[in-house]
Each structure stands twice: as C-alpha cells, then as structure tokens.
C-alpha cells in the first residue's frame, strides 16, 4: 500500500513540539484501567441480556467462540502496540502500517465506537438504580457522562484507584452471579451446546449456526475493551513490555468474569422464556431475595459509572492524538491539543463528555448492530495491518512479535470478512454511509493537504 507513515526516531523537545503523554503507569494500574473499560459487569447485566434473548442456550458458546477469536487479535494488538505505542491506538497503528486512508478509516470506526457506547451504556443506571430511587433513563445516562467527564479531568494515576475499586465492585456482582445461578441449576452442562430459544407463543425455537456466526460481531464487542490497552501506551511505563502483558491479561480476565456467569444464568434459569427474557437482576432476586437482588443492582450501577470514567478517559486520548497529529484545521487542533494541570487532555475530555451527555437524550435503537459492524471492519482493518508489521524499518524495531505470524492474521481476515458478510443490511449501510463520509473528508480536505494534515507522530520511547 503507498503513502505509509514511519515512526519518529527522534524527538526533540521544543515549543512546537508536539505535546506528549506522561508515562505514569505501570501493568497493575494500566490492566485495571483497561479492565474497568471493558466493564464485565455492565456488559454481563447490559449486552448479554440482548444476546440471551436472540441466542438463548448458545448465548455462552457464542461468547466462547468470540473470545477464542480475540485472542488473535489480541495478539495483533500486541504487536503494533508495542511497535508504535500512540495515544492514538488502532489508527496511529494503521496508518503507519498500511497507509493512511487505511488509519483514517479506523479512526472514524474507533471514534464511532467509543463515542456511542458510553451514552447508551449510562442510560442503563436508570434501571439498576431502581431498588433506591426512580430516575429517567436519559437524566440518569447525562448525569453519569457529566460525573464521568469530571473524574476524566483528573490524573491517570487518580483514575485508576477510583476504577479499581469499582472494579472490585463489579467482580463481587459477577461472582454473586456465578454462585447462585450454579447452586440453583435447572439444566446440565449439555444445555450450553442445545442450541435453543423461547419463540413467541411458547414455542422452542433452535438457533441456527449462522445465528450464531452473526451475533459473533455483538460477541467480539462484549471483550472489546482490552484495546485500551493501545490508547494508554503513551502513559504506561515501559510500554515496548506492558502494553502486551497488559492486553493479554485483561483479555483473559475479562473472558472469565463474563463468561462463568454466562455460563451460571444458562443452567440456573427457571425455565428457556426466562432465559430469554434476560432480566437477570430478576433472576438473582428468584435466586435469593431482594436485599441480594439490590445490592447486584446497585454494584451494577458503579460498573456503569466505572466504565463512563474509563471511556471519556479513553476517548478524550483518541481526539487528543488526533489533533495532535493534524486531523482538525488548525484551530480546532490548537484547543484539542491542550493538556491541563493534571496532564490530562481537558478540551477532548470536555469534548467527547459533554456531547455524550446530550446523547442520552437520542433514540439510539440501532447501536449494537452498527458497534458490532464497527468492530468488526476495525478489527479487520487492524488484522491487515498485523500482516504488514514485518516490513522494511518495522522488521527490526524492537517489540513484543505474536507466535504463528503470519498465519493468524490471514485467518483472522478471512473469518471477520466472512462476519461482516452476514450482518444485516440496514447495520452495514448506516456504517458504510459513515465511512463513505469520512473518506470523502479525506479526499476533499486531508489528503490535498497531506505535507500538514494527518501527520501521525509516534512518541520517542526514551525507555525502549
């Protein structure tokens, strides 16, 4: 591919400088950022309940084959993010890689990702804040955002105590789950691979192998959050080496604290239309009483506010690098480029939280499907960048290399290709329409200007 990026050797310090992250973190701090973006607790009580009721019985399995798949790309992430460790992620790797309109367009994905999900995943508050007090969904998302916006301003270091002990929180909730789904077992372990639904009328339903390959793309989004690994790799110390122990360890924690309560609501559901119902706050008060019940709710509800914290975090350093490398006109890069006091980028943070909190307010009922699509083409687009790492310079600048390259990435390709085939149209096309417009923005405005504009700059890694 042409019109490739290659990483900064140097860096030298001066006024026009582009301004860099302070490394602060280590593996504990980062992993427990990464983790609590993730959110397993929220996704548990606020994603799985979608795919119960679509997927029923294979709702585990579905989830297990994704997690499986996310190990390569766990492995891709890895790589480039200890070969070009951006706050940028997944674009300033691409684009250095594989050229960059290929960047570009994962920026636009990543940022579309990053900038919906918190919203809609606040606006869940609402229901588990219910034992307490009644709030409408949509104050109760906007007050979040504001809440979150605010502990985003903070130091990173100071972030990652707060989401550490919601973390902890949220691993309570889980494992509350686990044990009383397993203690009130209705159904063997042979249910996991029984490939059933409730229908409409009570009719049981069987879930076909390509139901399955389809909620694949909402599978892959419910561990998606180990990729904020990559955009903290400016502020992690010693990313050549963290940034990949760092992805693994949340992926495979992540995969457990989801998937063995998954596993739990599965046998210890009372019967399949409960299943697929989803309500599992329900389910664990059948399970036990209400005062147990409130208390899962409410931990589920600091899980909502935990992930709130870590996504603005996450997103604010997105736009952050972006104006940093030139993606804006120049004056909306000088104000997203600027760091407060704390080191925090506080204009991105202001940007991306405040609009968040106005999103509460917007039906937003096609989200999953056009995320799913999103990660999936990022994934993709991330995947061909994996192939193209040990090239030329790359070759030989040091980093963590995954194992069987570069066989995985091909077949990564070619089976998130073939994911992307079977989503719905009407998913596809809303993503298409928005990839369509930033490419035009990248034909009309950036690549024109390409000597001054979409510039990616990889920090110099004094410690490498």
């Known amino acids: 591919m042409t019109d490739t990026l290659r990483p900064v050797d140097t860096v030298v310090d001066t006024p026009d400088s582009p301004q860099k992250l302070k490394r602060s973190i280590g593996v504990v701090g980062g992993t427990l950022l990464t983790l609590s973006c993730v959110t397993p607790a929220s996704t548990l009580f606020v994603v799985v309940p979608d795919l119960f009721g679509s997927l029923g019985t294979a709702t585990a399995l579905t989830i297990a084959i994704g997690s499986l798949l996310c190990i390569a790309v766990a492995f891709c992430y890895s790589e480039l993010g200890t070969l070009i460790p951006s706050a940028g992620g997944e674009y300033a790797m691409v684009s250095t890689l594989a050229g960059r309109l290929a960047g570009w367009l994962v920026f636009v994905l990543s940022l579309l990702v990053v900038m919906i999900v918190p919203p809609v995943i606040a606006m869940g508050t609402a229901d588990y804040l219910a034992p307490v ?11 979040v955002m504001l809440l979150a916006t605010l502990a985003g301003l903070l130091d990173l270091r100071a972030n990652a105590w707060i989401t550490g002990i919601f973390l902890v929180l949220e691993v309570i909730a889980a494992a509350v789950v686990a044990v009383l789904g397993f203690a009130h077992s209705e159904r063997g372990v042979g249910s996991l691979v029984s490939m059933q639904v409730a229908g409409s009328g009570g009719h049981t339903d069987t879930v076909t192998a390509m139901l399955v390959v389809s909620g694949l793309a909402i599978a892959l989004f419910v561990t998606q959050g180990f990729s904020t690994a990559v955009y903290l790799s400016e502020e992690l110390e010693h990313p050549r080496r963290n940034v990949a122990r760092t992805v693994l360890a949340t992926l495979a924690i992540s995969t457990f604290i989801i998937l ?53 975090i996450q997103n604010s350093r997105v736009l952050f690098a972006s104006a940093r490398d030139k993606a804006w006109p120049e004056p909306v890069n000088n104000v997203f480029a600027k760091l407060g ?43 061909v960048a994996a192939l193209l790492s040990r090239r030329g310079t790359h070759k030989h600048t040091p980093a963590w290399r995954m194992p069987l390259w570069p066989a995985m990435p091909i077949l990564l390709i070619a089976v998130l290709a073939y994911i992307l085939s079977q989503q719905e149209i009407s998913y596809l096309l809303w993503t298409g329409g928005i990839t369509a417009a930033a490419t035009l923005y990248w034909a009309f405005y950036l690549r024109p200007r390409r000597d001054t504009r979409w510039l990616v700059s990889i920090p110099e890694d004094a410690q490498a």
């Open 260 to 312: 063995i309560p998954v596993v739990a609501i599965t046998m210890g559901a009372s019967d399949l239309s409960t299943l697929t119902g989803g309500d599992i706050s329900s389910m664990v008060t059948a399970w036990s009483n209400s005062a147990v019940g409130t208390f899962v709710s409410l931990c589920v509800a600091l899980a909502i506010i935990n992930a709130g914290i870590v996504m603005v």
């Open 133 to 143: 007090v009644h709030l409408d969904p949509s104050i109760a998302g906007a007050g």
């Open 341 to 383: 006091r704390f080191g925090s980028p506080w204009v991105a943070t202001l940007a991306v939280g405040v609009p968040g909190a106005l999103l509460c307010f917007v039906n937003l009922d096609t989200l999953y499907g056009v995320t799913g699509v999103s990660v999936t083409g990022m994934y993709l687009l991330v995947a």
